[in-house]
């Protein structure tokens, strides 16, 4: 082609863009002062990564834990400067072009994940526990992660003093994820968000120091059935996207209750298709459920629990839990209330096999981790109740008892890591004989927490069950409530055999000892046990919060 054709050809295109101008392309508006709180914590992981490849090994462990701690209390304190700011209620509303809802229940949900993985964090740093390895402090975590279990690779890696402080940024991107999961408006950011979320665990299950074989079994099966909600999730953000030809939560909403009638031409032939709506939903609740940990898509939970690192699975206990209820929350109360005849038999069934196979298998297990997991299925039925009961009181109780449980489960699996023989933590049940006797302060301390967890009064877990039962009570569903109060007796039996085994058992002579820890895990524990106590006896303030929290912006 000659010069001259060329030139002609661009005269000819210029020619028409000056006689008909083409509309012009809009800049995306993005409010990034009220989503300070994700990118702070996004940031300071980059940052981490960086750190990673650029500061001397001997002085990573500490910039990191420093970098960490700053970026969770930074966000939280600017989580706090929108709630003041009146962004939970008067200013609620939809940001970053439809992706992101600012409002109440966002707000109180990110304000918990960051102050639960705040405290959380404080366990992955520790590094007291264990007898000092060839002269260098280690903490729960692999030497070198890459390394095959066993080889000399390893061996050479312990005796160098390596340490994997990759963690620390990976559970920052992780609590990224986590703060965008409860406040995505469309399926699409909802989707983002959980990969975020998903893939820095799958690896920070695979990195213990002990029982390394366990880890990455407990990983890989993490990731295999991880995988399949992620599928479950957007085969049916597809479905709901052919229905209402939209991703947006306020398009299907208006599209599920009549209001929107202008029919997309490409979607004609499925948009308003009831088929479509309900197996869309029913794939996607299916994902979520499976994140909640709820019956019958719980397999994962006990093996993932005992195999990961300790200190992780109390990360990942409090933290998923609260993510996953809050985008649940604004799923079902946001995008589908008109399906509520639909999804509330199913939400039913779900809970009530939730609370019983929970609180029925918990009374089998030898292993404490395994025990804690059951534990937490039974409890995901419970918030379940609080979900089904479709009025306000059942977001602000989801809400309160969220807030409770996650502090709770952290403390509980950071006294978990202080019990310890030769081979390290002592998870066996037998080995808790008598540990009140050898250790009162660490067994009362336990038994706290297992009182919360059975509902006992003035322990937070009361008044978290309490306002979720009364809530499903208002709301009709009062059979869920008996159910609930049968799962709850039931699971008070294997709480308290575990306080009488260690009270009023007679200790072994080859017992497991109990570790000394730095302030780093006391801290932890210390928040747990007093936050548990608050809530048990001065709960009304903290459900006034919830209350005010629990409006959703539509």
């Given at each position: 082609?000659?010069?001259?054709a060329?030139?002609?050809?661009?005269?000819?295109?210029?020619?028409?863009?000056?006689?008909?101008?083409?509309?012009?392309?809009?800049?995306p508006?993005?409010?990034?002062?009220?989503?300070?709180?994700?990118l702070?914590?996004?940031g300071?992981?980059v940052?981490?990564?960086?750190?990673?490849?650029?500061?001397?090994?001997?002085?990573?462990?500490?910039?990191?834990?420093?970098?960490?701690?700053?970026?969770?209390?930074?966000?939280?304190?600017?989580?706090?400067?929108?709630?003041?700011?009146?962004?939970?209620t008067?200013?609620?509303?939809?940001?970053a072009?439809?992706?992101?809802?600012?409002?109440?229940?966002?707000?109180?949900?990110?304000g918990?994940?960051?102050?639960?993985?705040?405290?959380?964090?404080?366990?992955?740093?520790e590094r007291?526990?264990?007898?000092?390895?060839?002269?260098?402090?280690?903490?729960?975590?692999?030497?070198?992660?890459?390394?095959?279990?066993?080889?000399?690779?390893?061996?050479?890696?312990?005796?160098?003093?390596?340490?994997?402080?990759?963690?620390f940024?990976?559970?920052?991107?992780?609590?990224?994820?986590?703060?965008?999961?409860?406040?995505?408006?469309?399926?699409?950011?909802?989707?983002?968000?959980?990969?975020?979320?998903?893939?820095?665990?799958?690896?920070?299950?695979?990195?213990a120091?002990?029982?390394?074989?366990?880890?990455?079994?407990?990983?890989?099966?993490?990731f295999?059935?991880?995988?399949?909600?992620?599928?479950?999730?957007?085969?049916?953000?597809?479905?709901?996207?052919?229905?209402?030809?939209?991703?947006?939560?306020?398009?299907?909403?208006?599209?599920?209750?009549?209001?929107?009638?202008?029919?997309?031409?490409?979607?004609?032939?499925?948009?308003?298709?009831?088929?479509?709506?309900?197996?869309?939903?029913a794939?996607?609740?299916?994902?979520?459920?499976?994140?909640?940990?709820?019956?019958?898509?719980?397999?994962?939970?006990?093996?993932?629990?005992?195999?990961?690192?300790?200190?992780?699975?109390?990360?990942?206990?409090?933290?998923?839990?609260v993510?996953?209820?809050?985008?649940?929350?604004?799923?079902?109360?946001?995008?589908?209330?008109?399906?509520?005849?639909?999804?509330?038999?199913?939400?039913?069934?779900?809970?009530?096999?939730?609370?019983?196979?929970?609180?029925?298998?918990a009374?089998?297990?030898?292993?404490?981790?395994?025990?804690?997991?059951?534990?937490?299925?039974?409890?995901?039925?419970?918030?379940?109740?609080?979900?089904?009961?479709?009025?306000?009181?059942?977001?602000?109780?989801?809400?309160?008892?969220?807030?409770?449980?996650?502090?709770?489960?952290?403390?509980?699996?950071?006294?978990?890591?202080?019990?310890?023989?030769?081979?390290?933590?002592?998870?066996?049940?037998?080995?808790?004989?008598?540990?009140?006797?050898?250790s009162?302060?660490?067994?009362?301390?336990?038994?706290?927490?297992?009182?919360?967890?059975?509902?006992?009064?003035?322990?937070?877990?009361?008044?978290?069950?309490?306002?979720?039962?009364?809530?499903?009570?208002?709301?009709?569903?009062g059979?869920?409530?008996?159910?609930?109060v049968?799962?709850?007796?039931?699971?008070?039996?294997?709480?308290?055999?575990?306080?009488?085994?260690?009270?009023?058992s007679?200790?072994?002579?080859?017992?497991?000892?109990?570790?000394?820890p730095?302030?780093?895990?006391?801290?932890?524990?210390?928040?747990?046990?007093?936050?548990?106590?608050?809530?048990?006896?001065?709960?009304?303030?903290?459900?006034?919060?919830?209350?005010?929290?629990?409006?959703f912006?539509?």
């Amino acid at each position: 082609m000659s010069a001259t054709a060329v030139h002609s050809l661009w005269t000819m295109v210029g020619g028409v863009t000056s006689a008909a101008p083409a509309e012009k392309f809009k800049a995306p508006v993005i409010e990034y002062a009220q989503l300070t709180p994700v990118l702070i914590v996004i940031g300071v992981a980059v940052v981490g990564v960086l750190v990673e490849a650029f500061v001397p090994r001997r002085a990573r462990y500490y910039t990191q834990v420093f970098l960490t701690v700053v970026a969770l209390a930074a966000a939280f304190a600017a989580v706090i400067g929108l709630a003041a700011g009146g962004y939970g209620t008067t200013k609620a509303h939809i940001a970053a072009m439809g992706a992101i809802a600012i409002d109440g229940p966002t707000l109180f949900l990110q304000g918990t994940i960051l102050l639960t993985s705040l405290v959380a964090v404080f366990t992955f740093a520790e590094r007291r526990l264990d007898p000092a390895a060839h002269g260098n402090r280690v903490d729960s975590f692999a030497a070198q992660a890459a390394s095959v279990p066993g080889s000399d690779s390893e061996k050479a890696a312990v005796r160098a003093g390596f340490t994997t402080t990759e963690v620390f940024p990976l559970v920052l991107f992780s609590v990224a994820g986590m703060l965008v999961f409860p406040a995505a408006n469309d399926l699409l950011t909802l989707f983002v968000a959980l990969e975020v979320f998903s893939l820095p665990l799958y690896l920070l299950c695979a990195v213990a120091r002990r029982k390394r074989l366990m880890s990455q079994e407990a990983a890989v099966k993490y990731f295999l059935l991880g995988a399949f909600s992620s599928a479950f999730l957007l085969f049916g953000i597809a479905l709901l996207y052919g229905y209402a030809g939209s991703v947006s939560y306020a398009t299907i909403a208006n599209v599920v209750d009549g209001s929107i009638t202008r029919i997309d031409p490409a979607l004609a032939d499925t948009m308003g298709n009831d088929a479509l709506l309900l197996i869309g939903g029913a794939m996607i609740l299916t994902g979520l459920l499976f994140k909640v940990g709820a019956v019958p898509f719980h397999m994962w939970t006990p093996d993932v629990y005992q195999g990961a690192p300790t200190p992780v699975t109390g990360f990942m206990a409090a933290a998923t839990k609260v993510a996953a209820f809050g985008a649940l929350l604004r799923l079902l109360y946001v995008v589908l209330p008109g399906l509520a005849w639909d999804w509330r038999p199913v939400m039913w069934a779900v809970a009530i096999v939730t609370m019983l196979g929970g609180a029925i298998v918990a009374i089998t297990q030898t292993d404490i981790k395994r025990l804690l997991a059951y534990s937490s299925i039974a409890h995901a039925g419970f918030i379940l109740a609080g979900v089904i009961a479709t009025t306000p009181d059942g977001i602000s109780s989801v809400l309160f008892y969220l807030g409770a449980y996650s502090f709770v489960t952290v403390g509980a699996f950071a006294v978990v890591t202080l019990v310890r023989d030769a081979g390290g933590e002592a998870t066996h049940l037998s080995k808790w004989a008598g540990l009140g006797r050898r250790s009162p302060l660490v067994a009362a301390v336990f038994a706290v927490f297992l009182l919360a967890f059975a509902g006992i009064p003035l322990t937070s877990g009361f008044s978290g069950k309490f306002a979720v039962f009364k809530a499903a009570a208002d709301g009709g569903a009062g059979g869920l409530v008996v159910v609930g109060v049968i799962s709850s007796a039931i699971a008070a039996f294997f709480y308290i055999r575990v306080i009488v085994l260690m009270f009023f058992s007679e200790p072994k002579a080859d017992g497991p000892t109990v570790a000394v820890p730095s302030p780093l895990t006391m801290t932890t524990i210390g928040v747990g046990v007093a936050v548990t106590l608050v809530l048990g006896l001065a709960p009304q303030y903290f459900l006034d919060l919830a209350s005010q929290a629990g409006v959703f912006v539509r």
